[in-house]
Structure formats: structure tokens, C-alpha cells
């Protein structure tokens, strides 16, 4: 695994239609989110097709807030490690919503997102942590503002508003291994 112009070798890539430019070519912080559809359920279509516009949100009944939502995240990686990206590193993801980091508003404006398939409330498997550290790794090299030290929670720049990646994340084994 490798990135060739801002996009992942050796991934799956599904592209979504919910990006658009930065408004700087800067890319300074690094996002790590949860997510499960529906919640607590694993190795589904629906994490793929939420990102890509096509969930149908009358599958399921917890589905239907999520109706007209246009939300993405440049990556997400399963329960078994397997990452698939949706927008190129250098475009704007849709993942952070109402943020700010250091004072700074707008984080999708400058960062990457991450998703891990989990909850808030459940262990992350070793194959995912293996594979966030070597796309972490690949990032920092690649992204020269990128650092461990703006590599933060979801939670961490929309206080009260997100909780994820939940207490069961292991930042302190995660970022040694950085």
C-alpha cells in the first residue's frame, strides 16, 4: 500500500459524490471517527452505500434520520482490516460537521477522516488497528503538516456532539506504534 496522487494503492475504492475542493491545498489534522449500520451491526453494504449515496433509507427503520444526509469520509476500514477509500485526500470530505480545532473552525476545510466500522462502545479488532497505523504512517510521510499530535478524536473537535471513537479506542497503543 502505497499513495500515488493523494489516493491509496491496493484499496478498494468506491468513489462518493459527496466532496468538493478544499479551499486550501492544506492538509494539517487527521480525524478518526466509528460508524455501523444499523448500529452495532457488522460487515453490512450499508457503511459503502451511505458514503456513496445509495442507502435505502427505508431498509431499516433507524435508517430514515439519515434520509437526504450527504455525508463521506476519505476512508474506512472494517472489522478485518480491509480499507476502502471514497474521495482523494486532496478534496474536502464531508466527516467532521460542525467542528474546530486550536481555535480554527471547519475542520473538513484541512483534514482527513477516518472511519473505523465499530461503536462508541465496543472494541476495535487488531486487524483494524494494524491497518490504521499503516495508512497513519503513509500520511505522515506523505502530508508534511500532518503530525501525531493532530491526530485527534471525532469527539475531540465537536465536543458534546460526538462521542466516537468511544473510550474502547487504545489511542496511547495507536499512537506508539505511529
Not at 17 to 22: A, I, M
Not at 96 to 121: K, P, Q
Not at 127 to 144: D, T
Request: with cysteine.
Amino acid at each position: 500500500m502505497q499513495i500515488k496522487q493523494h489516493r491509496l494503492t491496493g484499496v478498494k475504492w468506491l468513489e462518493s459524490e459527496f466532496y468538493n475542493q478544499r479551499p486550501k491545498a492544506e492538509i494539517s489534522l487527521l480525524v478518526i471517527h466509528c460508524i455501523s449500520l444499523p448500529e452495532g451491526c457488522f460487515g453490512l453494504p450499508h457503511i459503502d452505500e451511505l458514503f456513496c449515496g445509495k442507502l435505502d433509507c427505508n431498509a431499516e427503520p433507524s435508517f430514515k434520520d439519515l434520509q437526504g444526509l450527504e455525508v463521506s469520509a476519505h476512508l474506512m476500514i472494517n472489522r478485518s482490516g480491509e480499507v476502502t477509500q471514497y474521495v482523494d485526500f486532496d478534496k474536502r470530505a464531508w466527516h467532521a460537521g460542525v467542528s474546530s480545532f486550536e481555535g480554527r473552525e471547519g475542520c473538513n476545510d484541512y483534514s482527513i477522516g477516518i472511519e473505523l466500522e465499530g461503536t462508541d462502545h465496543s472494541e476495535y479488532t487488531k486487524q483494524q488497528y494494524q491497518s490504521l497505523i499503516k495508512v497513519s504512517q503513509l500520511l505522515l510521510r506523505e502530508y508534511p503538516k500532518l503530525t501525531k499530535q493532530r491526530i485527534v478524536a471525532h469527539s475531540d473537535i465537536a465536543p458534546g456532539r460526538k462521542t466516537d471513537p468511544g473510550e474502547y479506542f487504545d489511542w496511547s497503543a495507536y499512537l506508539e506504534a505511529l
